[in-house]
């Protein structure tokens, strides 16, 4: 039973994105040498400084020549070219080539003047300053400026994930400062009487906190800056203080436990009374109890405590919402199809994310799940790599193509 | 033309992979904080110290009830029961529940003696110390006692990678601290007269060199410690130099550039005279003019300088080296099948690994190359999103299933 207050109830996920999406914060950007750019976002588009390559070079190590020299040459009876020079990868040919001639060239070196063609190394035999060619040479062993990337031209476009790829086509393309995203800190709240932290004797009535550690790596994985809080008893004076804590060190509260219908959800009478809550509750399972809204002038995430409600409702969810406020087009998602080995119940109304273990069969890719799905089993998210989005009012059969997320 | 002191020249991937396999390091283990543990690599079997849950308790905020007290509860003809406690999570119910009795219960809190079922709240209306139930109550809210996780039971195992949820699962089985892989230290040095670094002024035959940053990040994403070197020219004695440096303060040794058959290429000149070569060339396209072999003690690859070969040899050759000399299981690959739209040729006796784009279309996943496959082309992985497995002897046509491994 909501309270007065929450007008938006038990909504979609796609309603839940929007209404999260309408609450934005200052985004910072800042200069980083490319060396620490991997996993930032790019904050403006980047534009190439050079061409790639900057100039034709040899693709192989060989003889710049001559095609039209070259054409007669057979096993039988080879041409001879005078070698005018040696032109190693760096240096600059001097010399122009002129017909009857041919410069040693190595691999990535500069094509002289005048040589159109290159022949390899392989099929040449050098004697006394001569070079003698046993088959015509090959215009294609030859790269041309500009061939990869043009100067000036949009190489990677403002809200690009950096991956290794992409830092190494910043190198390429000149550049060694970029501006990037200021990566955003992010406060996570555990809350709970039965929480205590591993590695202490557990008593009665007590489990071991798992939640804050599971959104740490979430975050760190998707380049932000997880801030872990110690969890809180179900308190509300304890919890204020760490709200107001928190909204003071971080860009975003998430929460994790104590939003539910219950006495003691103390999460989201907190928010009802003293913060401002804009939706509660999601047609999804699992993951159904979220709510969203503002502590102060900063934005919180409750989350449930089920430790795979947890992370499904940060996945589908919060990462949504960093990329929106951040223009982040990454990490990419890995979403693919797979064929279901067995039938999956949907829910009228509600996307659900069983958890499946996606394998490679001959014919391609299949998917099942392998064990419980409770919304308490963490174990079914390192057991299965994948997360099923199973839509309403699909029906789900044997050999249906399903929509996975790979974990 | 190999030289004549290497035996294995021009082999197949699988070879080379046994070859440099024969060759170990010392591997050592230290003990981290889970907080830290995010990409590593655990170097022990861990087993949970606890059972998960580690009581029976409730799923839903509601009433824990003896079930066939409330068998014949209808929405007419309600049953009424006693509470005769208030159980929130965290705090071990004391009484012992008796037909005629209920107790409230709070999601994780311990189902009291006596219990064997819940009834949600929702389902319920509380007045004057009791409570009445419109329906019987459900079984299946009671999570039960180690239905996750058993005491002692493996949970993951040596070898693991750790993700976020695997962490979560250490922290949900008591462990605060475990045993892992000490990361490794792994030199880069890139050779080449043409090579300078982004951000200086690129003159006639220069290009800016962006091998060792590619390679940066990919040791970064699978947890070793990457040492990135100012590029060296094509010189034997400073090659010789950095060498010795690099085997003194790190574990295995990456080279890029200067191991084809050009007169230039020192790094293949250094190994056959000073080192030791255990192969020369690989039946792999792009890629196929890698070495490796020791460098004093010091394992050593020495990787092409275009830079699609350079990232794909770390990917087919050194990935793959690094997890079996750690044993470990894990990033685990994402190689999945598609459907081929165009034809791609495959080259006799070589797996050639083209640059693919994996799109979902109605009926699955399907793949197409997009942008030129040079290997001096590495927009061709950031305009792509995988890597094509080809095999030898296989036709490739239209509608054909390929193995890609994502990237």
């Known amino acids: 039973m909501p309270h007065p207050s929450i007008s938006n109830y038990f909504i979609s996920l796609n309603e839940a994105k929007s209404l999260s999406q309408s609450i934005k914060i200052p985004i910072e950007e800042e200069e980083v040498n490319i060396e620490n750019s991997y996993n930032r976002i790019l904050s403006k588009d980047v534009y190439s400084l050079v061409n790639d390559p900057p100039f034709d070079n040899s693709s192989m190590d060989g003889y710049a020549v001559i095609f039209s020299d070259t054409i007669s040459a057979t096993q039988e009876n080879p041409i001879e070219l005078e070698i005018i020079d040696f032109i190693s990868a760096g240096h600059p040919p001097i010399k122009k080539l002129t017909s009857g001639s041919a410069a040693k060239i190595m691999t990535g070196a500069p094509i002289p ?26 215009p294609n062993y030859i790269r041309l400026k500009g061939e990869n990337l043009t100067k000036n031209e949009l190489i990677l476009s403002k809200g690009t994930f950096l991956t290794p790829h992409n830092i190494g086509l910043l190198a390429t393309s000149g550049h060694s ?7 955003l800190k992010i406060s996570i709240i555990s809350t709970g009487d039965e929480l205590i932290p591993p590695g202490l004797e557990i008593k009665k009535g007590q489990i071991y906190e798992s939640n804050s550690y599971v959104l740490e790596g979430l975050i760190k994985e998707i380049g932000h800056i997880p801030i872990r809080k110690k969890a809180i008893p179900d308190s509300i004076e304890k919890l204020r203080i760490e709200l107001n804590n928190a909204a ?20 989201r009478k907190l928010m009802e009374t003293e913060g401002e809550i804009l939706f509660w509750r999601i047609k999804i399972k699992p993951g159904s109890p979220p709510l969203f809204g503002l502590w102060g002038e900063t934005p919180l995430f409750g989350l449930p405590g089920n ?38 119940k949907n829910k009228k109304d509600f996307l659900v994310f069983p958890r499946v273990l996606v394998e490679n069969n001959e014919e391609g890719l299949i998917a099942y799940t392998k064990t419980h799905q409770g919304s308490g089993n963490l174990r079914s998210l390192t057991t299965h790599n994948g997360i099923a989005i199973i839509y309403p009012h699909i029906k789900y059969e044997i050999n249906s193509q399903i929509d996975v997320l790979l974990l």
Chains 1, 2 share one sequence.
């Open 177 to 183: 400062k970029i501006s990037v995203i200021k990566k």
């Open 248 to 267: 003071l060190e971080s860009d975003l509260i998430i929460t994790s436990g104590g939003v539910s219908m219950g006495d003691l959800d103390i999460v």
């Open 307 to 344: 430790p795979v409600s947890s992370s499904v409702v940060f996945q589908m969810l919060i990462n949504p919402w960093l990329k929106y406020i951040t223009n982040s087009k990454g990490p990419k998602e890995k979403i693919i199809k797979a064929k279901l080995t067995e039938e999956i």
């Open 113 to 138: 003047e005048g040589a159109d063609s290159i022949i390899m190394i392989e099929k040449t035999k050098e004697v006394d300053g001569k070079v003698l060619l046993y088959c015509p040479s090959f």
